[in-house]
């Protein structure tokens, strides 16, 4: 097996890193090492079975929960060396883009549940051209997920990402908007025109709150998704088109389904994958990497980033983000504002109807020394 795999003794004062983990029982003491070696999971670990018998009784799930990235048996490969090969390469493949300037300086975070989404994110979009699904709640980062799949499509001779927002479309001229249309097909039609289908061949098709579109439209468009073949609005010619489709939307599109506002069919059709973005109140680990990324964003060239005393640092890890990212971006841009001097941002800078009121207490010491320490280094500036 050479795939650039160096092996090390482990040092079992601080076992922690990727690897291989060969077991022939499970037991707790076995998943609590994985828990610490794997760190809940951000670390690759291939849990491997020397005999397949001890992965009876739903083994194999209880070590992918204790942070496994993979189990397999040894002895159920025809040839597990290579098994390992092909794991531990696409792994490091995935790994590298993750920590890639492009995904760093734009989806910031590091935390377990973010770094997990963009690890399935990057896969998909990177090796495979497959639909995908993205939700959330609004400010949580869809829409730059959504691009990310786009730049990391790796089609050949791929085009452009073309963007619909499906909140502004008319009902009337919804077949244009999606098909296009031939001139005079009607009032007002004065020339042909090239709908989203047409103008995404090639490249990436970008529904926007897919969730929005009426039933009527949502039948119509079950057999371009499915087929890659429409026909534009007074026409009778069969198009082709060839494209990746990614939606996006902040409703549960399968209650919707349920609640018969969204065509069963059609999610099947636009749902292959599904990444559902963790809110801010889930990630909290990143909010302090945001804040400085943000600030970074906002200073000029010859601006130093000014640091967060302690209280500033204890008021944002407190405070709720009933929009998430967005709105922890606008107040980061309202403390910015008023930040004057070379000094470090004070509780003076947060505008007067953010304080907290007097019950609030402060923000637990351990949690916020641990990530003021580990993130006092400004981010660069995202790609525009």
Aim: aromatic share 8%; glycine share 8%.
């Amino acid at each position: 097996m050479n795939e650039g795999v160096n092996t090390y003794e482990l040092d079992l004062d601080m076992p922690i890193g990727p690897g291989l983990l060969f077991f022939d029982e499970i037991t707790q003491r076995l998943c609590d090492f994985l828990r610490d070696v794997s760190r809940n999971g951000l670390e690759r670990v291939l849990a491997i079975a020397v005999s397949h018998s001890a992965l009876a009784d739903g083994g194999a799930w209880r070590l992918l929960h204790a942070g496994a990235s993979d189990v397999f048996a040894w002895d159920h490969s025809s040839d597990p060396a290579e098994e390992i090969a092909a794991r531990l390469k696409r792994w490091n493949a995935i790994d590298r883009l993750v920590e890639s300037p492009l995904i760093r300086n734009n989806l910031v975070g590091q935390s377990p549940i973010w770094k997990s989404i963009l690890r399935q994110v990057v896969e998909i979009a990177h090796f495979t051209d497959a639909s995908v699904l993205i939700t959330g709640e609004s400010g949580t980062g869809k829409e730059l997920v959504a691009r990310l799949i786009h730049t990391l499509d790796q089609r050949p001779n791929k085009r452009d990402l073309v963007v619909l927002d499906c909140t502004t479309i008319v009902p009337e001229l919804s077949g244009s908007e999606f098909f296009g249309h031939e001139r005079g097909a009607f009032t007002g039609a004065v020339g042909p025109r090239d709908g989203a289908f047409a103008l995404a061949n090639g490249g990436t098709l970008f529904l926007d709150e897919v969730g929005e579109l009426p039933l009527e439209l949502q039948a119509k468009l079950l057999r371009v998704i499915q087929e890659r073949t429409y026909k534009r609005v007074g026409s009778n010619t069969w198009q082709h088109a060839d494209f990746r489709l990614v939606c996006v939307t902040n409703k549960n599109l399968l209650d919707e389904v349920k609640r018969g506002k969204f065509r069963h069919d059609l999610y099947y059709r636009v749902a292959s994958f599904v990444f559902n973005l963790p809110p801010l109140r889930e990630r909290t680990e990143d909010t302090l990497p945001l804040v400085y990324h943000f600030m970074q964003e906002l200073r000029s060239d010859d601006e130093e980033t000014p640091e967060l005393d302690e209280p500033v640092r204890e008021y944002l890890l407190k405070r709720e983000y009933p929009g998430h990212i967005r709105d922890l971006k606008q107040l980061v841009t309202r403390i910015r504002s008023r930040h004057v001097g070379t000094g470090p941002i004070t509780v003076g800078d947060i505008p007067e109807e953010e304080h907290p009121s007097r019950e609030l207490g402060p923000a637990q010491s351990g949690k916020t020394s641990c990530l003021s320490t580990v993130y006092a280094a400004p981010l660069r500036r995202g790609l525009d």
